[in-house]
């Protein structure tokens, strides 16, 4: 079994805002697994623990470059928020999005070996990546990018910590607006049938798993249980409205809800061929320090070296 420590719920804790003993006995039902963890509670807790499970704590920036019909996006992570607002930094950001765009490199290394100087460093955007963490004093890596040609393209950037690139055909306000929206609500694909097959079997997973929790709380409250084909269509439903909330044309569109993104890109003439969404951190784990076991083993080691 293993040990369930302090930092652990708290990591729980933030990523679902489900009440430290529920998270405490997750962990312990999922033996320490945090994403195991995380899955029981959605299914104890409903949509509240998947909702805020979005939230990332790793820090960075997120940037684009937009050139006619060409541009890029691009993460650069780094360890606190505090050089997010370096301007070395941020320069260093800005001019790779801006490589990506003009050179369309295969990977992170490629990308790493061309041709760049600031700050006194060079003559690649590697080796000025290099010096500036020797400047800064702070670890900072090129971590994801995507390369865009060929169709209009509308960008927008939500700060620093979360960007979006549009690829569309017709009125470059609407594709803008999509942009916005795509920032607020985070779809995960155009339509229903664009949603990755895993997602949703995960998601059919959590509602099965709901509807047994049901079904055990009505037993032991000795009410009736519902019908299996009931139970069947529950869950189905559940998938349904799933699959709305996370498709981009289906979802009400944030200026106007009384219509969905498709019907105002049917209004405006626009169509969305696709998006690229990224946000600071997303997937990446932040260590949470235990301070207080820190202390604690501190004490204990001055004491043995007394």
Same mark, same amino acid.
């Given at each position: 079994m293993a040990a369930i420590t302090a930092s652990m719920v708290a990591e729980l804790r933030a990523k679902t805002d489900a009440p430290m003993m529920e998270c405490k006995k997750a962990l312990t039902e999922a033996e320490g697994n945090l994403e195991k963890a995380e899955e029981l509670l959605r299914?104890?807790?409903?949509? +509240?623990?998947?909702?805020?499970?979005?939230? $990332?704590?790793? #820090?960075? $920036? *997120?940037?684009?470059?937009?050139?006619?019909?060409?541009?890029?996006?691009? #993460?650069?992570?780094?360890?606190?928020?505090?050089?997010?607002?370096?301007?070395?930094?941020?320069?260093?950001? /800005?001019?790779?999005?801006?490589l990506v765009a003009k050179h369309n490199p295969a990977d992170i290394a490629a990308l790493g070996a061309l041709a760049y100087e600031q700050d006194g460093f060079g003559p690649t955007l590697e080796d000025v990546r290099k010096g500036?963490?020797?400047?800064?004093?702070?670890?900072?890596?090129?971590?994801?990018?995507?390369?865009?040609?060929?169709?209009?393209?509308?960008?927008?950037?939500?700060?620093? /910590?979360?960007? *979006?690139?549009?690829?569309?055909?017709?009125?470059?306000?609407?594709?803008?607006?999509?942009?916005?929206?795509?920032?607020?609500? +985070?779809?995960v694909a155009l339509?229903? =049938?664009?949603?990755?097959?895993?997602?949703?079997?995960?998601?059919?997973?959590?509602?099965?798993?709901? =509807?047994?929790?049901?079904? +055990? $709380?009505?037993?032991?409250?000795?009410?009736? *249980?519902?019908?299996?084909?009931? $139970?069947?269509?529950?869950?189905?439903?559940? *998938?349904?409205?799933?699959?709305? #909330?996370?498709?981009?044309?289906?979802?009400?569109?944030?200026?106007?809800?009384?219509?969905t993104v498709e019907a105002m890109l049917k209004a405006a003439g626009t169509t969305v061929k696709g998006f690229t969404l990224y946000v600071v951190g997303e997937g990446i784990e932040k260590k949470v320090d235990d301070f207080a076991a820190e202390v604690a083993a501190q004490v204990a080691a001055a004491k043995a070296a007394a």
């Open positions: 299914v104890k807790l409903g949509n +509240k623990a998947g909702k805020a499970a979005a939230r $990332v704590t790793a #820090e960075g $920036v *997120v940037t684009s470059y937009i050139d006619g019909n060409t541009g890029a996006l691009l #993460e650069v992570n780094c360890e606190t928020d505090f050089v997010t607002k370096n301007d070395s930094f941020l320069a260093l950001c /800005r001019a790779a999005a801006e500036l963490i020797g400047k800064i004093g702070e670890n900072m890596s090129f971590r994801r990018f995507k390369y865009f040609s060929g169709t209009p393209l509308a960008a927008y950037l939500h700060g620093t /910590r979360i960007g *979006v690139v549009v690829e569309f055909d017709g009125d470059a306000a609407a594709a803008k607006d999509v942009a916005m929206h795509i920032a607020a609500m +985070k779809p339509t229903s =049938a664009d949603v990755p097959a895993d997602l949703i079997e995960k998601e059919r997973a959590v509602a099965a798993g709901k =509807a047994e929790e049901d079904r +055990k $709380v009505a037993e032991a409250a000795g009410k009736p *249980v519902q019908p299996a084909e009931i $139970v069947a269509k529950r869950i189905e439903g559940g *998938v349904q409205k799933f699959l709305k #909330e996370v498709s981009l044309f289906n979802q009400p569109f944030v200026k106007n809800d009384k219509q």
